[in-house]
């Protein structure tokens, strides 16, 4: 099994930042993939930035030249966040895909922290 345990959320003024984080911990051998989604209210779960373990990217076209995704080698994954508009407002969520012991890969997700922008 593994926990994913965000971090970071808050309250800020539109053009502030904020930079969130997410842990992997549990049993696993490896983690693949970690991604960003967020949720605005009354709006489908959307997928804002990826980052694998070879260090590949892609962004959200929302949010290109404003989020920035890493990851650093403790399957922590980081979403920095500048230049925040109100329409960023929504809980986001992490997600990863661990590799286990047996070699079966599974997704997880983590519990999600709010954001919210304020005009």
């Known amino acids: 099994q593994v926990q994913l345990v965000e971090s970071g959320g808050g309250l800020v003024q539109a053009g502030g930042s904020l930079r969130l984080s997410c842990a992997a911990s549990?049993?696993?051998?490896?983690?693949?993939?970690m991604r960003w989604y967020r949720q605005a209210p009354q709006k489908q779960r959307e997928l804002v930035a990826v980052i694998t373990s070879s260090g590949s990217i892609n962004y959200a076209d929302s949010v290109k030249g404003r989020f920035t995704i890493s990851r650093d080698n403790k399957n922590t994954a980081y979403l920095q966040m500048d230049s925040l508009k109100p329409e960023d407002t929504a809980v986001y969520y992490c997600n990863a895909d661990a590799r286990s012991y047996d070699y079966t890969s599974d997704s997880y997700w983590g519990q999600g922290t709010q954001v919210t922008v304020s005009s």
């Open positions: 549990g049993r696993f051998s490896s983690i693949s993939v």
